[in-house]
Nanobody, 118 residues
Framework: QVQLVESGGGLVRPGGSLRLSCAASGITFSLYDMAWYRQAPGTQRELVATITRSGRTNYVDSVKGRFTISRNTAKKTVYLQMNSLKLEDTAVYYC????????????WGQGTQVTVSS
């Protein structure tokens, strides 16, 4: 059974930091590109950051220089370090795994709420 389980969300003041984690099970983690998405109320889900199997990263412009995506293959976990948080970063953050070798497989986590508020 494949599971992606996010954690680390919460309430933080503007300018603060949070570190999200996404622990994978039931997959060969090294075969997957991983990504973080977010969805604010009334909006479409938005791609925030991606990290390939080889560790290449990419970010949406609005988070460049503030967020860092990373992965630990041994722990089957992908992280999103979020610094200098802004009110507009408030959203539910989702982890996604996309298998890029062999049979196609796309999996989503259940999401974790991040609220930036003063």
């Amino acid at each position: 059974q494949v599971q992606l389980v996010e954690s680390g969300g919460g309430l933080v003041r503007p300018g603060g930091s949070l570190r999200l984690s996404c622990a994978a099970s039931g997959i060969t983690f090294s075969l997957y590109d991983m990504a973080w998405y977010r969805q604010a109320p009334g909006t479409q889900r938005e791609l925030v950051a991606t990290i390939t199997r080889s560790g290449r990263t990419n970010y949406v412009d609005s988070v460049k220089g503030r967020f860092t995506i990373s992965r630990n293959t041994a722990k089957k976990t992908v992280y999103l370090q979020m610094n200098s948080l802004k009110l507009e970063d408030t959203a539910v953050y989702y982890c996604k795994g996309d298998r890029t070798i062999g049979p196609t497989g796309i999996y989503w986590g259940q999401g974790t709420q991040v609220t930036v508020s003063s």
